[in-house]
């Protein structure tokens, strides 16, 4: 098998969805006032702090952007052999506020459970929402993303790789396929 990779979003358009996703979560919530955004390590945390901006542009408020790491609410621990665990850091309580949920990719639904415990733990907040800058489907768990940046229908056997500008340098999206050889 080898690889072979498929640009399906190039920073424009990722730049264009982040923007989208803003302007969505602002419509809904009439405003930005007592939103909390909180990112999934690892390219969720600059996803959310993309969207913060673009609220905070669009709004003229800042909103607090936390970062969550899930490494010890996996349900897989047992299958790993190591789990790097990230900084957890929400720089307000979340109890009774409405807190949207960052991750880059939303598959099986599993790392959204997971991240579901973990913000628990930090407090009870009013409502959570999930954006997803790629939904791939091949959900395990019921789990649906409220803001998408792009539905994208994969294979299983394909990996949609996200590139996060603060990480890797630009922001973009790739399939991975594999192929016979």
């Known amino acids: 098998m080898t690889a072979v990779d498929a640009t399906v979003m190039d920073a424009s358009d990722v730049r264009r969805a982040i923007h989208r996703i803003a302007h969505e979560i602002i419509e809904r919530h009439h405003g930005a006032s007592d939103i909390v955004i909180v990112g999934i390590h690892t390219r969720g945390v600059p996803l959310a702090a993309a969207i913060a901006e673009a609220i905070s542009e669009f709004e003229g408020t800042d909103v607090p952007v ?3 790491d899930i490494g010890l609410y996996r349900d897989d621990l047992s299958r790993r052999t190591a789990t790097t665990l990230a ?3 929400v720089p307000v ?3 009774d506020r ?3 949920l960052v991750d880059d990719v939303l598959y099986t639904g599993r790392t959204i459970r997971a991240a579901l415990d973990a913000l628990s733990d930090l407090g009870r907040a009013s409502l ?3 954006a997803v800058l790629v939904d791939r489907g091949h959900r395990q768990l019921p789990i649906r993303p409220d803001y998408v940046g792009k539905n994208l229908p994969t294979a299983e056997s394909e990996r949609v790789v996200v590139e996060a500008e603060p990480i890797d340098g630009t922001w973009g999206v790739t399939i991975e396929r594999g192929s016979s050889a």
């Open 98 to 100: 409405p807190v949207v």
């Open 93 to 95: 309580d979340i109890s």
């Open 128 to 130: 959570i929402q999930l």
């Open 87 to 89: 900084r957890t850091a």
């Open 66 to 68: 936390g970062e969550l």
